[in-house]
């Protein structure tokens, strides 16, 4: 499984010794060369995130989200499709790389995303939210942002789910901290800055409040997909998922 590789790998890196004196002066500038893997401070970072890489399933299929049909049917476009014909995504045909999901409370944004996690066997999930990536240390927040995407980078495909995401990308104004503009802007930067590949790389946000998002952040989200109420047949089918195989008097 990817995610258990992932953790595996983050746990070798932090298990290797740094260089010995009598070591030669070519091992040292190979060493320097590759300063930004063997940086012990990236690692400690990376080692934060290493609790938002999913590494059990949380076995929801898309059969067991009752409804959401349109939902279902672009995330399916959006992250399924290329993972398994990646050859069809190329030139002018590719993915999108950011998906808000925004509606009313409780009504399975979430559960979408466990869905999503479930069906992408060959993609590596991370699910992270605000208390991952904000710290109390100056400038320590900003780099968990960046280290939670090179992190995607190096294990793409990934898929970074991010919940509540207004917690964290809220629009700016004059009364914010600096710290709290810093991360809006290296999230920015990562998602579609100048240097940065997102290929491979979906970013699935969630909110229930959209309009509290800052307008840069909204428009990374290329698509963006309304999560109503649940209609007459959705609902239906969710007494039919819950009820099961329970003895009822309920009829149609």
């Known amino acids: 499984d990817r995610a258990e590789k992932l953790k595996e790998y983050l746990k070798k890196d932090k298990k290797k010794k740094p260089v010995k004196d009598g070591e030669s002066k070519s091992e040292d500038k190979k060493s320097d060369s590759d300063s930004d893997s063997d940086d012990p401070e990236k690692k400690k970072l990376q080692g934060k995130l290493e609790g938002a890489i999913v590494v059990e399933k ?29 050859h069809l995504f190329t030139g002018k045909r ?11 409370p409780g009504t399975g944004k979430s559960y979408l995303a466990k869905a999503v ?8 999930f991370f699910s992270v939210s605000s208390s991952d ?5 100056l400038g320590e927040s900003e780099k968990l942002v960046k280290n939670l995407f090179e992190l995607a980078r190096q294990h793409k495909p990934s898929i970074i789910f991010i919940d509540e995401i207004d917690s964290l990308c809220s629009s700016r104004s004059d009364n914010e901290s600096e710290s709290a503009r810093r991360i809006k802007t290296e999230f920015l930067v990562q998602m579609q800055g ?7 790389i979906l970013v699935l946000g969630a909110t229930n409040i959209p309009w509290v998002l800052d307008a840069a952040i909204r ?6 997909i309304y999560i109503a109420l649940p209609e007459e047949h959705a609902r239906l089918d969710m007494f039919k998922l819950h009820l099961g195989n329970t003895r009822h008097q309920l009829t149609e």
């Open 133 to 137: 990536l904000v710290s109390k240390w």
């Open 219 to 224: 428009r990374r989200f290329e698509k963006r």
């Open 58 to 86: 949380p076995h929801v299929k898309w059969s067991d989200v009752a409804g959401l049909e349109a939902a279902k049917e672009a995330l399916k476009e959006a992250v399924i499709l290329p993972i398994k014909f990646p």
């Open 117 to 124: 996690a479930t069906e992408a066997n060959n993609s590596t």
């Open 194 to 200: 100048v240097g940065n590949d997102m290929d491979g």
């Open 94 to 104: 590719i993915p999108w790389k950011g998906i808000l999901l925004f509606g009313p």
